[in-house]
């Protein structure tokens, strides 16, 4: 499994507009900086944040871990002929 374009542009682009277009419709007042900062920060981290997971899926640092018994258990059920 190697990485897609498509996966990637779209998430791309929908924090881009999270994180580049939202803050111009943040409500007038005080606190409008701070809002626009949160908005900016959010699209960043949950990008990076998903741009992580989805690349630590491609090559798992993890495998499933079998004992010996399972294994020969599985080789017996599943039919095995080299393991009778």
């Known amino acids: 499994m190697g990485a897609s374009f ?7 682009v929908f924090w ?4 580049i277009v939202c803050p111009f419709f ?6 409008r900086g701070i809002i626009q900062v949160v908005l900016m920060l959010t699209a960043a981290t ?7 997971a989805y690349m ?7 495998g499933p871990r079998l ?13 095995n002929p080299y393991n009778k």
């Not at 498509?6 to 791309?12: H, K």
């Not at 018994?69 to 017996?76: G, N, Q």
């Open 6 to 12: 498509v996966p990637i542009t779209i998430f791309t």
């Open 56 to 62: 630590a899926q491609m090559n798992p640092l993890v």
């Open 16 to 19: 881009g507009v999270i994180g």
């Open 26 to 31: 943040a409500p007038k007042g005080p606190n």
């Open 67 to 79: 004992s010996n018994e399972t294994l020969i258990w599985i080789a017996r059920t599943w039919g």
């Open 46 to 52: 949950c990008w990076l944040f998903w741009l992580c």
